[in-house]
């Protein structure tokens, strides 16, 4: 089965491949440091109502 690389776009091989999704250990890096550098986020809410954050958890110790 063939697919497309997400870094660059170029078809792959998907079996054996060790670098899957990607091409090559270069496009696998790429995406690596995108992550890194916070070019992808993963969303989420920040709190509910009445939770505390980890960092007032943490100021309140006994």
């Known amino acids: 089965m063939k697919v497309k690389c ?12 060790h670098f899957r999704p ?3 250990e270069r496009c696998k890096l ?3 440091g995108a ?5 992808y ?7 509910d109502e009445g ?3 980890p960092s007032e958890r943490e100021d309140h110790h006994d």
């Open 30 to 32: 790429i995406d690596l």
């Open 22 to 24: 990607f091409c090559s």
């Open 6 to 17: 997400p870094t660059c776009r170029q078809w792959t091989e998907w079996q054996d491949n």
């Open 35 to 39: 992550w890194a550098s916070e070019k």
């Open 41 to 47: 986020r993963i969303e989420s809410k920040l709190t």
């Open 51 to 53: 939770e505390s954050t």
